[in-house]
């Protein structure tokens, strides 16, 4: 099965990657819930976190809390909220983290996630500087 992230970790499709080692990619995504919103990705296709090999659950999640701390450090948030959607609201049917950077009264409620846009070139910006942070955590 191909996808639009299977194309991404191919490098058909472009993407603000801020991250990637051989099993995972992220990539900012294109209609973020709050602008660096990270979505981590397997490079091999998994259709869902019932399908997640043992082999890329520490991965995943250490990725997950690099790039949580990246966001914290690059972009002054007060913290981040970690979610994998399983099958409903999956709106692309392969596994991804979502790592949303979250301040104190930013209006985020339970699971309604309005969605923003960047501005032009503004996707870039924001992804090279959680890159940096992430590429500065050890």
Known sequence: MTDVFCEIARGDVA???????????????????????????????????????????????TLGQRVAKAIVDALGAQGTFLAINNVVSQSVPHLHLHV?????????????????????????EYAAKIKKAIDSIT
């Open 100 to 124: 949303v950077p979250r301040t104190k009264g930013d209006g985020l409620r339970g699971f309604f996630w309005p969605r923003t846009r960047y501005g032009q070139g503004e996707i870039d």
């Open 15 to 61: 993407a603000a990657v801020v991250a990637r080692t051989s099993d995972l990619i992220a990539f900012l995504d294109h209609r973020p819930v709050f602008k660096g919103h990270v979505l981590i990705a397997p490079i091999r296709h998994v259709d869902t976190v019932l399908d997640l090999p043992s082999d890329l659950m520490t991965p995943l999640l």
